[in-house]
């Protein structure tokens, strides 16, 4: 089943700060995010696995609450590069290496 | 490393008609996945390989649909007598177990089905 990410869509001014948030109605067992930008390949940003751990990339850092089986991507600083549609993907089951991917948020930064 | 390269980008067909896509995966990349995504859509697993077994076929991957890697290099993805419906992005994906889940993806076939 898919999982479900919110919002869809959000717009800010560059330097603002954004949460997307990604969340699964089955048990998770790791969490991928991804970046895409139009008309162009999906980018690996990084995967949280369980734990609760939070990893960061750049100004750009996730964590993972597995009791609550959902992800939250942390946008701080917001620059315009991170413009784009942001996927979560979780595996299908544990050990199984095929995604699902959400819907998508998609990202505006604006000057 | 030169990443995942897709051939062609674009592809425009007539309904009935079959239609081949080639990806050639990062070299040392032993899994090789191809996804396909609808505007704004998620993408959607379609079919993977390890080497050139290919270990799972999604249940939206009709009898029209196959894919091969022979020797465990590149990979063809083919559509015979395209629909409507098989219009998409149609994705490549392709990553080293020892480095886990993370995906390298191409850029994508689009097809459009006239």
């Known amino acids: 089943q898919q999982p479900v990410q919110s919002p869809q869509a959000v717009i800010l001014r560059e330097g603002e700060d954004a949460v997307i948030n990604c969340s699964s109605s089955k048990a998770l067992y790791s969490v991928h995010w991804y970046r895409q930008k139009h008309g162009e390949a999906p980018v690996f940003l990084m995967i949280l696995l369980k734990g609760g751990e939070q990893k960061g990339h750049d100004k750009i850092s996730a964590s993972f609450n597995e009791k609550k089986q959902q992800s939250s991507l942390y946008l701080t600083a917001s620059q315009l590069s991170y413009s784009g549609t942001y996927f979560c993907g979780t595996p299908v089951n544990f050990g199984n290496e095929k995604l699902t991917f959400g819907t998508g948020t998609r990202l505006t930064i604006i000057p | 490393d030169t990443g995942v390269s897709q051939d062609p980008r674009h592809k425009i067909t007539k309904r009935g008609q079959n239609v081949t896509f080639r990806c050639d995966p990062i070299?040392?990349?032993?899994?090789l996945y191809w996804y396909r995504q609808t505007l704004g859509q998620g993408p959607e697993f379609l079919t993977y390989f390890q080497n050139e077994a290919q270990l799972e076929k999604s249940r939206l991957l009709s009898d029209r649909f196959s894919a091969e890697r022979p020797k465990g290099s590149f990979s063809t993805l083919e559509i015979q007598r395209t629909e409507q419906g098989d219009s998409a992005m149609y994705l490549c994906?392709?990553?080293?177990?020892?480095?886990?889940?993370?995906?390298?993806f191409g850029s994508g076939t689009q097809l459009s089905v006239l």
């Open positions: 070299s040392e990349h032993n899994r």
């Open positions: 994906a392709s990553s080293f177990l020892q480095e886990g889940e993370k995906l390298f």
